[in-house]
């Protein structure tokens, strides 16, 4: 199974950018769908984005679409998330995860999951 690591989370001010990084190992990283989620206080975890084994396929929430942007670099095992034009409301835990076969987006399928990375937009 493999493992993950995010980091890159942090406090910014509404209208900036953060990237997110997820280093994978101890598996083959190209063998696995990849997947961005996080979870704010009080709420249920939700799907933020996803990405093919390949990258050739990416799949967005309609609340980050046009503002994120999901991309992974299979020679360097790691997938990333450039969130731009943040928002008080996407305040949250992040999530990266990584699915070996058929996945959905409440979460099912991802087998692996990293400890997460906050990320904190101040209005």
């Known amino acids: 199974q493999v493992q993950l690591v995010e980091s890159g989370g942090g406090l910014v001010q509404a209208g900036g950018s953060l990237r997110l990084s997820c280093a994978a190992s101890?598996?083959?990283?190209?063998?696995?769908?990849m997947g961005w989620f996080r979870q704010a206080p009080g709420k249920e975890r939700e799907f933020v984005a996803a990405?093919?084994?390949?990258?050739?396929?990416?799949y967005y929430a309609d609340s980050v679409k046009g503002r994120f942007t999901i991309s992974r670099d299979n020679a360097k095992n790691t997938v990333y998330l450039q969130m731009n034009s943040l928002k008080p409301e996407d305040t949250a835990v992040y999530y990266c995860?990584?699915?070996?076969?058929?996945?959905?987006?409440?979460?099912?399928?991802?087998?692996?999951w990293g400890q997460g990375t906050q990320v904190t937009v101040s209005s």
């Open positions: 101890g598996g083959t990283f190209s063998t696995y769908t």
């Open positions: 990405i093919s084994r390949s990258g050739g396929s990416t």
């Open positions: 995860a990584a699915a070996p076969g058929t996945w959905y987006r409440d979460g099912r399928g991802f087998g692996s």
